[in-house]
C-alpha cells in the first residue's frame, strides 16, 4: 500500500480455470470501482467496448455482435481471452470483488497517521468500494 493505494493484479479463474495471466495494476481500487461498473451495467449493448482501468494500459471488456447471445472477451497488455458468456464474466468480476474485499481492514483506516502525524486521507475509491461492498452483503 502506497498513500491509501493497493498495487497488485487481478486474475480471471472462471469455472476452475485461469482465463488470464494476472493483469498488473497500481490502484486495485480504480480497478475494482471500473468492473463493479461493468458488473451493474445490465443493459447488454454489443456497439460499445467497456473500458477497463488498469494501471497504465486501456484494457477492454470488448461485447461481441450477437445481442441474443452475448459473450465478451477481456483485451489486455497485447492479449485477449477467449469469448466468455456476459453472465459469467459478470458473477466472476462478484464473486472477484467479494473475496478481494474481504482483505480491507477497516480498522486500520481509522488508526493511520501521515509521516506529519495528520490522520491519513484515503483514497475515495476505497471508501467507495467499502460502501458498495456494504450494500451487496446487505
Known amino acids: 500500500m502506497n498513500s491509501g493505494f493497493i498495487y497488485g493484479g487481478i486474475s480471471f479463474i472462471i ?3 485461469n482465463r488470464t495471466e494476472i493483469l498488473s495494476t497500481d490502484d486495485l481500487h480504480s480497478t475494482w470501482l471500473d468492473l463493479m461498473l461493468y458488473y451493474s451495467n445490465y443493459t447488454f449493448n454489443y456497439k460499445e467496448k467497456f473500458i477497463i482501468f488498469m494501471g497504465h494500459a486501456d484494457n477492454k471488456l470488448v461485447n461481441n455482435a450477437d445481442k441474443d447471445n452475448p459473450h465478451v472477451r477481456l483485451i489486455y497488455d497485447e492479449t485477449s481471452t477467449e ?3 456476459v453472465s459469467i464474466m459478470k458473477q466472476a468480476v462478484l464473486d472477484g470483488f467479494l473475496h478481494f474485499m474481504q482483505i480491507i481492514d477497516r480498522s486500520i483506516m481509522e488508526d493511520l497517521y501521515d509521516e506529519d502525524g495528520d490522520p491519513f486521507d ?3 475509491e476505497l471508501k467507495d468500494l467499502l460502501h458498495l461492498f456494504d450494500s451487496l452483503v446487505e
Do not use: C, L, S
Request: cysteine-free.
Open 122 to 124: 484515503f483514497p475515495v
Open 83 to 85: 469469448w466468455i458468456p
Open 15 to 17: 469455472d476452475g480455470e
